[in-house]
């Protein structure tokens, strides 16, 4: 046989069987959370949300030139994804092989059986990646994480290529290099790729340096995380540092042009780079020349950010934190935006200010534009020259325009200090948001949460919450099995890992008997018996046996991947989801030991057998019991075929909104999905989508009061200079006696003037803008509102003539104010929309709710007094003519009603949200007497939410509530019976457990019984007849949990 020729044919075997797979389960469309930014991002070449990911905008929009038509644009940057992964499995399997054949004394002394059983294992140790779930669930999606995989993958097989031609080639330090160009791309993809430096720093340390000694062992690990260090903390920022401190003083202290820092920096750059090469080349020092080249090209390598500065100064639609000068960049590079958190030395959570000086001051902030200077004293400023020049040629005198970077925020005190008993070594119990700390209670038992933090309690919470729950549980959820997909929140029922064998489930999560069909149903349920996890320890064991360098430098790639990414992202209880994917690396250096693991089966067994029929066996043994397992028990949650909810879903927020609308929005996934129809298939480019998470931004509020295709600018009144960065950022309220309700105009002039009336003074010295009274009142101008169609001339009597709006709050911030600014001075000529999304309380609707109407995915703010109560999303009047023709003739569903399209936990919750307006809808209309087309609609929302898929749950309340006020009393019967033998099958195995697990599971079926009383008050307020039976039931099943 032929190794070297059928390495390469095997290798592209495999590489074809993932990429069919890939392709079959693949995502037509987009899908919720990020993806639908990143693929709007690159169809259009937009600026994303920091640190950015040009090249991988870069390259979607390549394979979007393959797309034909706007709707086939997110299935080819899906398909980059794809391939992407289908490539990272192909150099997995090179890489396998490689170290394989050396276990074995080399590829030139494998035999048949030897060839035979080294391609197995890289067949193994490939395919058992290819159908993990991390890894598989990312390679399906327009999302950076793919392409990540896949620089990490080429990188590493990169040095084994270089380790093989090392002694032979002499240009072999050509592999190398490439690595360094690898890093530097990969920097405009996801940065951990930098994560695999210290093992291939390993892997040239053991190569160059065959017989190590301790010492030497130990300075090359160290040397090999300080390169890491200095590319990632050096190399990048410190060339985007160059560029924004020559910026600003050739602009600021040299009074020239925008951008000449940029271009001296660049030459600088070059000129660096170029002496450093031919000095090298003249002084005789290779090593010294291929450490330039390798800086030289990652420089190059990272220089697709230029293209975000670019695009940027083009005022793209979509332009977030708008970096388009070096001194943005910077900071967008360095996500200034989201802050910092403390790694390694740090606050407690309930870390109190230090009393003698509670604030420090911060890094001051510089923004380009134009101040209109009266000999050396600032008279204002503004962001555009055009601007600068009206307001001179206005104001007249002896004005100059003076082009520079401005300070917009000193920052001054801006920084907590705090104190000194609560900081201390490894904070991991560090974040004060209040759901955050009450999190950080019950997990860790804190009996007083206002006594410092122990170094023992951080290090417990490191193992029990963050190694355990946020990387084990995922490193197992691939290598062991997943109990189902909902989203871990510390309940023994939901997200674990699981083994698939009884016994050894139920040690850690309760009896395993009896389990409930639904549980054992979900599609997410997946077992592999530890087998995956068993063969790769095995191959770490064997690999460590015949070659423990190799054996050391994949473990460093391991932990740098796992446990480093633990220790840097400092992870707080809980997230908003899943973080699975950001450990792909460390799951593919195991995949490895998998891998490896096949070979040392087969090495254990030639020797009791034929050589090559043990190399058969232990191939065909290992494929059908990991990857062939992993397949079969992972394709049908993996698989995101024919599914178009993302899309749809965000259409129907969209076609909730009448023409030239206004909608807010919060999260991700009420925003995300949104840009991707309007940017990338032009749908209801009319709506101007406002992200209140984003609002408290100025370059935000810069971008909408721009106009965007057909949607007009949203008409804030306040000019950039009256809300940039250090400007009205909060303003604090102060009682200072005013007395009477303030018109809400009144109150937003009040808040644009800068005297010394509208501040006050801080025990630092320090003036804030304040606001004197929380008592607002907005006169109705009805005829603006018949004559824009607000509300139909026949419900004039409905509209009030003012609405008194009370704000229950001791600040304002940006984003509060901008809302209060275009309420004022909206007068009702755009509707004005918040999707259903925005929150669960009356605050997160600025508390507006009771002057809301429901018409689909959004209340349209109103003048008509509706109130309502202050749960879920039950806020205003519900429009039943306009939610009628919304749910049953404009909306689509994405075919999540058919059974062989699977919708994962995000796509079933954001959906619960279409079942609560279904069941409003009827309610409404059972209210106004149209009993016939109230059950229309609940048929029809059952029809696209079959509760055997989207689940037996609170949501499903107020379609049975709306059968039984509709008089369809038998489906409200049949699905009350149906929820009922759902609680009952999760009752009875609750009732089997033995006690301590059912008091470990105590708010499990504490929330089961309280189902059943709310459906037995249903029927008790609406089937009197069936009212005893049902209460014999429920008695029956409840008595055992007294």
């Given amino acids: 046989m032929n190794y070297n020729k059928l390495n390469t044919i095997a290798g592209w075997a495999v590489f074809a069987i993932a990429t069919i797979t890939y392709f079959m389960t693949i ?54 994804s794809a391939l992407s992964s289908s490539f990272s499995i192909l150099f997995l399997f090179w890489t396998i092989t490689a170290l394989s054949a050396k276990l074995l004394g080399g590829r030139e002394n494998l035999d048949n059986a030897g060839i035979v059983a080294v391609l197995g294992a890289g067949a193994v140790g490939a395919l058992a990646y290819t159908f993990s779930d991390s890894f598989w669930f990312s390679a399906v999606e327009g999302e950076v994480y793919a392409m990540s995989s896949f620089f990490t993958a080429v990188a590493f097989w990169a040095v084994l290529k270089w380790e093989q031609a090392v002694d032979t080639d002499p240009n072999a330090n050509k592999w190398l290099l490439l690595i360094a160009y690898l890093v530097g791309l990969s920097v405009g993809v996801h940065i951990l790729v930098f994560l695999t430096i210290p093992a291939i720093g390993m892997i040239y340390y053991f190569k160059k340096y065959p017989n190590p000694t301790r010492n030497g062992f130990i300075i090359a690990n160290g040397a090999s995380i300080a390169i890491l260090g200095l590319v990632f903390a050096f190399i990048i920022p410190i060339v985007l540092k160059l560029f924004s401190t020559l910026e600003i003083t050739f602009v600021n202290n040299f009074g020239l042009p925008f951008h000449s820092g940029t271009v001296a920096a660049s030459l600088i750059l070059v000129g660096a780079v170029v002496f450093g090469v031919l000095w090298t080349a003249r002084k005789e020092k290779p090593l010294a020349q291929q450490a330039v080249l390798a800086v030289m090209l990652i420089v190059m390598g990272y220089s697709t950010f230029i293209i975000l500065a670019i695009r940027s100064n083009a005022n793209t639609p979509i332009d977030e934190n708008n970096p388009e000068d070096a001194m943005s960049l910077l900071a967008y590079y360095n996500r200034e935006q989201y802050g910092d958190w403390p790694i390694l030395y740090g606050k407690s959570f309930n870390a109190p200010y230090d009393r003698t000086e509670p604030f420090d001051d911060g890094k001051p902030v510089y923004q380009k534009g134009f101040a209109v200077m009266k000999g050396p004293k600032q008279v204002t400023a503004f962001k555009l020259r055009s601007e600068a020049e009206a307001y001179v040629s206005e104001n007249g005198g002896n004005l100059k325009i003076d082009a520079k970077y401005l300070m917009t925020d000193d920052k001054k005190a801006s920084k907590p200090n705090y104190d000194p008993k609560y900081m201390g070594f490894f904070p991991r119990i560090w974040n004060d948001d209040p759901q955050y700390k009450q999190n950080y209670i019950n997990i860790m038992g804190i009996k007083n949460p206002d006594a410092p933090i122990s170094f023992a309690q951080h290090v417990k919470f490191f193992f029990q919450y963050q190694v355990g729950t946020m990387y084990f549980r995922y490193f197992m959820w691939n290598f062991s099995g997943r109990q189902n997909d909902a989203q871990h929140r510390g309940e023994l029922t939901k997200g674990n890992w699981i083994t698939g064998i009884p016994f050894i489930d139920s040690i850690r999560l309760g009896g395993q008997d009896n389990l409930p069909e639904s549980w054992k149903n979900n599609p997410a349920r997946n077992t592999y018996f530890m087998l995956p996890f068993l063969l790769g320890i095995f191959g770490l064991y064997y690999q460590y046996k015949k070659n423990n360098k190799d054996a050391w430098a994949v473990t460093l790639f391991f932990l740098l991947t796992g446990l480093a990414i633990v220790v840097y992202t400092n992870h707080k209880p809980y997230e908003p989801r899943e973080r699975d994917y950001a450990f792909v690396g460390s799951f593919y250096a195991y995949a490895i030991w998998i891998g490896i693991g096949a070979l040392g089966l087969w090495d254990t067994l030639r020797t009791k057998m034929s050589p090559m029929v043990a190399s058969y066996l232990v191939v065909g043994v290992s494929m059908l019991a990991v990857p062939v397992r992993m397949a079969a028990e992972n394709w049908d949650d993996h698989n995101r075929s024919n599914r178009y909810t993302a899309r749809d879903i965000a259409k129907a927020y969209l076609d ?257 949200n279409l079942r609560t307006i279904f069941g409003r809808l009827a309610n409404e209309l059972t209210k106004e007497g149209q009993n016939a087309k109230a059950v229309e609609v609940l048929d029809f929302a059952m029809e696209k939410m079959p509760a055997e898929k989207f689940g037996y749950n609170y949501f499903l309340f107020g379609i049975i509530d709306s059968y039984y006020r509709a008089g369809a009393t038998e489906k409200a019967r049949q699905l009350t019976n149906e929820f009922a033998d759902f609680l009952d099958s999760e009752l009875t195995y609750y009732e089997g457990l033995d006690r301590n697990d059912r008091k470990r599971m105590r708010n499990e079926w504490s929330t089961d019984l309280q189902f059943y009383q709310m459906l037995f008050r249903n029927i008790q307020m609406h089937d009197q007849e069936n009212q005893q039976n049902f209460y014999q039931r429920y008695a029956a099943i409840a008595q055992s949990f007294q």
């Fill in 27 to 80: 995502e037509p469309t987009t899908s919720f959370w990020d993806c639908g930014e990143y693929i709007a991002t690159s169809v259009k070449l937009q600026v994303g949300h920091p640190p950015g990911a040009p090249f991988f905008q870069l390259m979607g929009n390549l394979f979007g030139q393959f797309a034909g038509s706007p709707e086939n644009q997110a299935l080819m940057v899906n398909a980059l």
């Fill in 656 to 912: 909730s909104c009448e023409p030239n609308a206004i909608l807010f929005t919060n999260g991700d996934n009420d925003t995300f999905p949104l840009w991707y129809v309007q940017e990338v298939e032009g749908y209801r480019t009319d709506v101007r989508i406002v992200n209140l998470s984003l609002l408290n931004t100025d370059w935000y509020i810069d971008q909408q009061r721009r106009a965007a295709y057909d949607g007009e600018a949203v008409p804030f009144s306040f000019e950039w200079n009256q809300y940039v960065q250090g400007t009205r950022d909060v303003l604090y309220y102060r009682d200072l006696g005013v007395k009477g309700r303030w018109d809400v105009k009144d109150f937003v002039q009040f808040t644009k003037r800068d005297d010394a009336q509208v501040k006050f003074k801080t025990s630092g010295n320090k003036e804030l803008p304040l606001y004197p009274q929380k008592k607002l009142r907005i006169n109705i101008d009805k005829e603006a509102v018949f004559a824009n169609g607000v509300v139909d001339v026949k419900d004039s009597a409905s509209v009030v003539d003012y609405i008194d709006w009370n704000w229950k709050a001791n600040v304002i911030t940006k984003r509060d104010l901008m809302v209060i600014d275009l309420i004022a001075n909206n007068n009702w000529e755009r509707p004005i929309y918040f999707s259903i999304t925005v929150g669960n309380n009356p605050k997160a609707y600025f508390w507006l709710n009771d002057y809301f109407r429901l018409e689909g995915m959004a209340y349209r703010f109103v003048p008509v007094y509706s109130p309502s109560n202050t749960q879920g999303i039950d806020y205003g009047k519900v429009d039943t003519d306009i939610m009628y023709d919304n749910l049953m003739n404009k909306f689509a569903y994405g075919n999540m009603e058919l059974p062989d399209v699977y919708l994962d936990e995000t796509n079933r919750r954001l959906s619960y």
